[in-house]
C-alpha cells in the first residue's frame, strides 16, 4: 500500500530534550515536506526536500533541522525543544515538486512541557 | 496580508442542502490550485488539482472550479459523511528554487442528518 508514515503518533517531552520524529515513504517520490498544524494558523511548511541532499527552508523554519540521506526518509530534528513547538505535525510527499498534489502522513502530536 | 483566504471559516448544512465553498488567492503564475479534504486528527486527504481558469473537476458530491482569483467547492446534496475540514493550498511560481505553497486555513463543514 502507498502511504507515508511517521513516527512517533504522539509524543510528550520536556523543554531542551532533543526529539526525532521520523517520516518514510514507499512511493519513490522526490519531493518530501514537513508542516506543523495549529488552530487558527493552519498548515505552514517547515523544511522541504526537493531530492536527495537537497533541502530548504519553509515558512517557519526557526528551532527545527532535516535531513534527507536517502530518498525515502525525512527526518525532522528538534534539537531544544521549546513549549512554543507544541503542534501537530506532518510529513507529506509528492512525485516531484511543481504542480503535484501531496501525500501526508497520519500525523505527531507533540507536546513540549 | 493571507495570500489564500478560505470562506466561511465554518459552515452547518443539513443533509441534502448544497452549498459552496471559496478559495481566493492573491498570488501571480499560478501553479496549481489543491484541494484537499482532513478529518479530525489525521493527515489532509487530497481532492483536486486545477491549473489553469475555466477547469473544472468533479468526484461523487464534489465539483472544483477555477477562476483567475478564486476557486470554488461545490457540495451538492451533501451526506453526513461529508463532514470535514477542507482546505485549499496554492502553487505558485517563485524566483528560485522551489515553488511557493500556501495553505488557506479551511473552512470546517458539518453535514447534520
Known amino acids: 500500500e502507498a502511504q507515508v508514515t511517521q513516527n512517533p503518533r504522539y509524543l510528550i517531552t520536556v523543554t531542551g530534550k532533543k526529539l526525532t520524529v521520523t517520516c518514510s515513504q514507499n512511493?519513490?517520490?522526490?519531493?518530501m515536506s514537513w508542516y506543523r498544524q495549529d488552530p487558527g494558523l493552519g498548515l505552514r511548511q517547515i523544511y522541504y526536500?526537493?531530492?536527495?541532499?537537497?533541502?530548504d527552508k519553509g515558512d517557519v523554519p526557526e528551532g527545527y533541522k532535516v535531513s534527507r540521506k536517502e530518498k525515502r526518509n525525512f527526518p525532522l530534528i528538534l534539537e531544544s525543544p521549546s513549549p512554543n513547538q507544541t503542534s501537530l505535525y506532518f510529513c507529506?510527499?509528492?512525485?516531484?515538486?511543481?504542480?503535484?498534489?501531496?501525500?501526508f502522513g497520519p500525523g505527531t502530536r507533540l507536546t513540549v512541557t | 496580508e493571507d495570500q489564500v483566504t478560505q470562506s466561511p471559516e465554518a459552515l452547518r448544512l443539513q443533509e441534502g442542502e448544497s452549498s459552496s465553498l471559496n478559495c481566493s488567492y492573491t498570488?501571480?503564475?499560478?501553479?496549481?490550485l489543491f484541494w484537499y479534504r482532513q478529518d479530525p486528527g489525521k493527515g489532509p486527504e487530497f481532492l483536486f488539482t486545477?491549473?489553469?481558469a475555466g477547469e473544472e473537476k468533479e468526484k461523487e458530491r464534489l465539483k472544483a472550479t477555477l477562476t483567475k482569483k478564486e476557486s470554488f467547492l461545490h457540495i451538492t446534496a451533501p451526506k453526513p459523511e461529508d463532514s470535514a475540514t477542507y482546505l485549499c493550498?496554492?502553487?505558485?511560481?517563485?524566483?528560485?528554487?522551489?515553488?511557493?505553497?500556501?495553505f488557506g486555513k479551511g473552512t470546517h463543514l458539518i453535514i447534520q442528518p
Open positions: 507529506a510527499s509528492s512525485p516531484l515538486a511543481g504542480g503535484y498534489e501531496q501525500y
Open positions: 512511493m519513490n517520490h522526490e519531493y
Open positions: 526536500s526537493m531530492n536527495v541532499e537537497v533541502t
Open positions: 498570488v501571480s503564475g499560478l501553479r496549481g
Open positions: 486545477l491549473y489553469s
Open positions: 493550498a496554492v502553487q505558485w511560481v517563485s524566483g528560485g528554487g522551489a515553488d511557493g505553497l500556501t
